[in-house]
């Protein structure tokens, strides 16, 4: 084989590996840019659910189980469905979100087993007859309190994982007809995540 043989099969296998390393790294500078360009902002999402900017993490929450902070050892690998009332007594408004969350838990059937309920209320506990009340309606509630410095906004319902990072939030319903259309956009979400997390 002659030199001036050699020199255009040089040339093109750089040109081969070039055009290559260019394929799988353009996908990428794409990627890069238009998340820092904010290119992909305005696309429709497939959430119900509000999707947190910044994740809360579990040390974030400002929840305390039997006077210690919440820690992953108490989440026993479920995601959680927590509401977060600012009613002590858990009046009706608090109590139709309950409801809510109790009932969107159930409809996962099979999967339900994967997820449990907390309700939390702000600043103090729940007073005795409102615990009574919804441990006597809803499925294994967890009655906790949020306090201190916190993301965590009352009268809101939030999903947690089972590595305690809340990832979305629902605004509460304020009456039990909501419940259905309000019910059927945590599934949603429920549904999907369980769908394609190995956790829990």
């Known amino acids: 084989m002659t030199q001036t043989e050699v020199k255009p099969q ?9 055009s290559l390393l260019v394929i799988f790294a353009l996908p990428m500078v794409i990627a890069y840019s238009g998340w820092w360009l904010g290119w992909f902002n305005n696309l429709p999402k497939t959430n119900k659910g509000e999707l947190l900017t910044s994740v809360i993490l579990i040390n974030d929450t400002g929840i305390w189980v039997d006077n210690a902070p919440l820690a992953i050892a108490d989440l026993n690998h479920h995601w959680w469905l927590i509401y977060v009332a600012d009613d002590e007594n858990c009046a009706l408004h608090c109590q139709v979100n309950a409801y809510l969350v109790n009932q969107t838990r159930l409809a996962l059937a099979k999967e ?40 965590i ?19 509460p319903i304020n009456n039990p007809e909501e419940a259905g259309v309000k019910g059927k956009d945590i599934l949603y979400d429920i549904k999907k995540l369980l769908k394609f997390s190995r956790l829990g």
């Open 10 to 18: 040089t040339k093109n296998n750089h040109f081969t590996i070039i």
């Open 112 to 151: 339900m087993d994967r997820v449990e309920n907390m309700i939390v209320n702000k600043d103090t506990s729940f007073t005795s007859s409102a615990k009574k009340y919804v441990a006597e309606h809803f499925s294994n509630p967890k009655f906790n309190v949020l306090k201190g410095q916190t993301r």
């Open 153 to 171: 906004e009352p009268d809101h319902i939030y999903l947690m994982d089972p590595i305690g990072n809340i990832m979305l939030k629902y605004p």
